[in-house]
């Protein structure tokens, strides 16, 4: 089994920065896309950032300039660098991540927990 835990939220004044923290563990033999998504109350859940093995990226037009997403295939990690934070940047967002568990599987999608990131002053 595989699990993704995230770490890195809180709360943080408009203008401020955030780290996100993402960790796969569990049965890996390669991790394909890892990508960030949010989800604000009332809305539907949305793809912010994404970043293939190669370590290119690609990213939501409204964070572009913004945030910055990065991966330590050694680690099996991906992180999100989120600065100039504005109050509607305020969402719980999921790590995600496609893994293959065996050489000749097919990649399955994995979630993590999702941590609240708050922007308020």
């Known amino acids: 089994q595989v699990q993704l835990v995230e770490s890195g939220g809180g709360l943080v004044q408009p203008g401020g920065s955030l780290r996100l923290s993402c960790a796969a563990s569990?049965?890996?033999?390669?991790?394909?896309?890892m990508n960030w998504y949010r989800q604000a109350p009332g809305k539907e859940r949305e793809l912010v950032a994404t970043?293939?093995?190669?370590?290119?990226?690609n990213y939501k037009d409204s964070v572009k300039g913004r945030f910055t997403i990065s991966r330590d295939n050694a680690k099996n990690a991906v992180y999100l660098q989120m600065n100039s934070l504005k109050p509607e940047d305020t969402a719980v967002y999921y790590c995600?991540?496609?893994?293959?568990?065996?050489?000749?599987?097919?990649?399955?999608?994995?979630w993590g927990q999702g941590t609240q990131v708050t922007v308020s002053s």
């Open positions: 995600n991540a496609n893994i293959k568990s065996r050489p000749w599987s097919l990649g399955t999608n994995y």
């Open positions: 569990g049965s890996i033999v390669t991790i394909n896309d």
């Open positions: 970043i293939d093995r190669g370590g290119i990226t």
